[in-house]
């Protein structure tokens, strides 16, 4: 995409990317909920993420401010161990997976993240922060399937791994028809120490 043609913002939020194995694990553990219940909109494995902070639309001059800092971050890090495991929801209409491990220490980054996008002066929606990874949405008129598979969800316990890696990402969520999509505009491995 050419300059002139960037739209003037951007969605952006910051987050972890389970390894393709790890997301591999709970997506197995999904098969047969996939088979049962197709009405549920399941997001793509490939866009599995832990959200750290959501930033929301962003002129598009602002998410190439946020780089140096977050590298610099990233660089004081060491990769988290984390797993997914059992299953949740939120309304009875957001599936997802818990994350489990060294929890402490990610809640511990999250507000470094949050910490680094105020000091650029970026104005966010500060929520509380519940680690999780989306993995479907029920339609309005099905209010039984997300707490169905949760619940088949429950001894779900995936194998650990090292979380070594920030990612800064935009998604394409309002801006014309088919399904979400994200992509990262940088990402840094986790080098330094605790």
């Known amino acids: 995409m050419t300059e002139e043609n960037q739209p003037p913002t951007v969605r952006v939020f910051i987050a972890l990317a389970p390894p393709d194995d790890a997301k591999d ?20 494995i490939e866009d599995w993420h832990i959200t750290l902070a959501f930033l929301g639309e962003l002129p598009a001059t602002t998410a190439p401010l946020l ?12 990769p988290l161990r984390l797993s ?17 491990g060294e929890v402490e220490e990610l809640h ?5 993240v949050r910490g680094v996008v105020r000091g650029c002066g970026v104005d966010f929606e500060d929520r509380l922060f519940r680690p ?9 008129d099905d209010v ?40 990262d505009i940088a990402a840094w491995d986790f080098t330094g120490g605790r």
């Open 25 to 44: 694990e709970l997506a197995q553990a999904l098969g047969p909920a996939h088979e049962a219940y197709p009405r549920l909109r399941w997001n793509r």
């Open 67 to 78: 780089r140096p800092p977050l590298a610099a971050l990233a660089r004081t890090r060491q």
């Open 84 to 100: 997914l495991g059992r299953g949740g929801h939120f309304d009875q209409r957001v599936l997802w997976s818990g994350i489990e």
């Open 108 to 112: 511990r980054l999250t507000a470094d």
């Open 132 to 140: 999780h990874l989306t993995l479907a949405r029920a339609r309005r």
């Open 144 to 183: 039984s399937s997300v707490p169905e598979v949760a619940e088949g969800l429950a001894g779900f316990t995936g194998r650990p791994w090292p979380a070594a890696r920030l990612h800064l990402v935009a998604s394409n969520v309002g801006r014309g028809p088919g399904p979400i999509r994200y992509r």
